[in-house]
């Protein structure tokens, strides 16, 4: 018999697609080609025929060949029961599901009521896979739900689902969802398409910034030799800063992220913005640190993205660094000066730490069986849209 889910489902079917062009979830659109492959090989490889038909001995005979039941022509194909998958538009899909169960129970009963309940039985398991917890590293999950009904066009089947962000213990992580505008471009034949959206990248941003993985110590151990990080160095740039401070003293540079790191993706650009504040002090091995003086600071990173069977990766760089003086305990200085030296010690400590903890990426909803590894990747506003062909 057909689950109430599915009944569900096929009602669903019936309202035309007519876009999703303001969301804050994960919108998806699978060409219906990938739902009939689907069907098809979970019914030739799987077990559910052997249970109806037994074990069959070729492929090129009998009921899988190519004038079988599964075969060229065949009811299962697309010339058949498939069809159904090939003309997913309108109103069709409802009527004509109670239509080719009725009919074929009273033509074959025995055999092809247990098939055809079989291959919805399949469809509806196959759109249940959206329907997943996706590890976030050592931050937490995320767990993928549909939002609404899907919706069908004549080219393909529409999902919009939910991304839930929990925490390590199974808490939910609830960051403010903006109702930023999402102009999906329209999708090519025979290709499927996944929207992720901003808010994804907000809340690992934010995860990030809770836990504290954003903030960083930097020390002389944490740079290589040729980035300078003494009392001497810096008495170059602003001696004022240093008062009476003898040179040769090892720098520590403290930097703290209060406010969750603002990203923007806009054409075919992502960048993510982070506030610090920068706390430059001396200190001698087993010695107290005495503070020098504090900076505010804004750092502006392009961030690269590329695909994977289950994630979208990021990799940043350091664009610029902008620091204003907050606080000095001696003189007042142009904090300008120190921007160019800052931004070689974050380069080489603090940006190559934020991408390791950038490893998790931005999770993936697995929808049957579509791969994006080798997505096409396009960056429009306040989304990040991969096109894999079908």
Not at 14 to 35: H, N, S, Y
Not at 110 to 122: K, T, Y
Not at 301 to 324: G, M, W
Not at 370 to 387: D, G, H, K, M, P
């Amino acid at each position: 018999m057909l689950g109430v889910w599915f009944l569900l489902l096929l009602w669903g079917l019936a309202a035309p697609c007519q876009g999703l062009l303001e969301t804050v979830g994960t919108l998806a659109r699978i060409d219906k080609d990938e739902l009939g492959k689907a069907i098809q090989n979970s019914l030739v490889g799987g077990p559910v025929l052997q249970n109806v038909l037994g074990t069959v001995t070729s492929v090129n005979q009998g009921l899988l060949g190519s004038g079988g039941l599964l075969g060229g022509g065949g009811l299962l194909t697309y010339g058949g029961i498939f069809g159904v998958v090939e003309e997913l538009s309108g109103l069709l899909p409802a009527p004509l599901f109670g239509v080719v169960e009725q009919t074929l129970c009273k033509v074959l009963p025995d055999l092809l009521c247990p098939v055809v309940d079989s291959v919805l039985g399949v469809v509806n398991e196959l759109l249940g896979t959206v329907l997943s917890l996706v590890p976030l590293g050592a931050l937490g999950s995320v767990e993928f739900t549909l939002a609404t009904l899907p919706l069908i066009s004549n080219q393909y089947i529409e999902l919009d689902i939910n991304a839930i962000v929990k925490g390590v213990a199974g808490d939910m992580v609830d960051f403010p969802k903006p109702h930023v505008p999402v102009k999906v471009p329209p999708k090519k034949d025979h290709t499927s398409q996944v929207t992720v959206p901003l808010y994804l990248f907000n809340t690992v941003f934010g995860v990030l910034q809770t836990n504290g993985a954003l903030d960083l110590d930097i020390t002389p151990e944490l740079v290589p030799s040729n980035v300078p990080l003494t009392t001497t160095n810096l008495a170059a740039l602003v001696p004022e800063a240093l008062g009476k401070l003898p040179p040769g003293r090892h720098l520590l540079l403290s930097l703290k992220v209060k406010e969750v790191p603002t990203v923007m993706l806009q054409s075919k650009k992502a960048t993510v913005s982070i506030a610090a504040i920068i706390h430059v002090l001396s200190f001698i091995p087993q010695g107290t640190p005495e503070a020098l003086f504090q900076l505010n600071g804004v750092l502006t990173l392009n961030a690269q993205l590329a695909p994977s069977a289950t994630k979208l990766h990021i990799s940043l760089s350091l664009e610029r660094l902008d620091v204003k003086l907050a606080s000095s305990f001696s003189r007042a200085f142009d904090a300008s000066r120190l921007e160019a030296w800052l931004s070689d010690v974050l380069r080489t400590a603090y940006v190559q730490k934020l991408n390791v903890d950038l490893e998790v990426g931005i999770p993936l909803p697995k929808i049957l069986n579509v791969n994006f590894a080798n997505s096409l990747l396009e960056i429009i506003e306040n989304a990040v849209v991969l096109t894999v062909a079908s």
